[in-house]
């Protein structure tokens, strides 16, 4: 893929927390922000709505692409069986992302990056019953308003982030580099340097239990200003309260200061708001407090 996004993977130094992270000097150019468009304003709008667990509801991943590609002469009753299997363990994948911190769940997919790949098939298939795809609205919001900013796209998937916006410096990073754009790591320790982008990323990708050490490490990255962007699933808030939680916790350590979003028309066009919970937030310490981890409800898939 040409443009400008980076790959990062055993080109830069990773140190953490110190101040002292290096970009080796084959990395590629960093652009400058910019925060011009990064104007300060009020906390993001909740709406009232109950929430909807769509992805408890909606169809298991149970379509051939987790499998058919490397079967693809079964008969209709043999392609069931793998169907069905391929959904269950797309289902028992999901739940151990969920349910066990960052850095296991990169042992355990570095171990066997197969894992990334079932996950993947079964997401695409879920991401399909969705009313919208939170990334749609990412992208866009990241288009209009922020078309400068170097961005690290955190738990990026497949990296369709980084390769729509082919002309931006986009970090992509996973438990597995699915191509060439992704770097492997943990998000909770990715190799780039402390204040080094504009725009941290976090579409549907704060699955580990350590979301502390998720966001500690978005802090570490952006520059001051800089902004973090994070779309989950509603229901992962216990009721409307773990939103306040969430947002609560976010102040308290400190480092964030919570902003409205600057186009309330792309979010009510592009993100289902009884589906999907967005906020953004402005780096505006050079420390934070990052001293108590905050749970969201993992995103479970029923069997159909
Ligand atoms: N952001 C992408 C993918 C969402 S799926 C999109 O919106 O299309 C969530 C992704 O987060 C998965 O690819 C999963 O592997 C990744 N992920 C979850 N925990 C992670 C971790 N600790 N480190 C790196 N990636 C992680």
Redesign the pocket.
């Known amino acids: 893929m040409k443009g400008k996004n980076q790959k990062n993977q055993a080109q830069i130094t990773a140190k953490h927390g110190t101040g002292q992270g290096k970009m080796k000097q084959n990395q590629g150019k960093v652009h400058k922000g910019n925060h011009q468009s990064m104007k300060p304003t009020k906390v993001n709008k909740i709406p009232q709505q109950t929430p909807v667990s769509r992805s408890n509801q909606s169809r298991p991943a149970s379509s051939s692409s987790a499998t058919s590609s490397s079967t693809p002469q079964l008969s209709a009753l043999q392609q069931k069986f793998m169907d069905k299997l391929g959904g269950a363990r797309f289902r028992t994948i999901n739940e151990e992302?969920y349910t066990t911190s960052?850095s296991s769940?990169?042992q355990a997919?570095s171990q066997d990056p197969s894992k990334?790949h079932i996950?993947?098939s079964g997401?695409r298939i879920q991401a399909q019953s969705w009313p919208c795809n939170?990334?749609d609205y990412v992208i866009q919001w990241i288009q209009k308003h922020h078309s400068n900013a170097v961005i690290a796209?955190?738990?990026?998937?497949e990296a369709?982030l980084a390769a729509t916006l082919s002309n931006q410096t986009v970090h992509s990073?996973?438990?597995?580099a699915a191509n060439d754009q992704v770097t492997a790591?943990?998000?909770?320790a990715v190799p780039l340097p402390d204040n080094s982008v504009d725009v941290v990323v976090f579409?549907?990708?704060l699955?580990?239990t350590n979301l502390n050490d998720?966001l500690k490490e978005a802090f570490r990255i952006l520059k001051i200003n800089g902004l973090v962007k994070i779309v989950e699933v509603r229901s992962r808030f216990e009721d409307g309260k773990g939103i306040k939680k969430f947002l609560q916790y976010l102040k308290t350590t400190h480092a964030f200061q919570l902003i409205q979003t600057q186009d309330e028309e792309l979010d009510t066009q592009l993100l289902d708001n009884k589906m999907f919970f967005s906020v953004e937030c402005r780096k505006i310490a050079p420390r934070g407090i990052f001293t108590h981890n905050f749970s969201l409800k993992p995103c479970v898939y029923k069997k159909r």
């Open positions: 992302l960052g769940a990169f997919f990334f996950y993947h997401y939170p990334l796209d955190m738990g990026c998937g369709r990073f996973d438990l597995v790591c943990d998000i909770a579409c549907l990708s699955m580990g998720f």
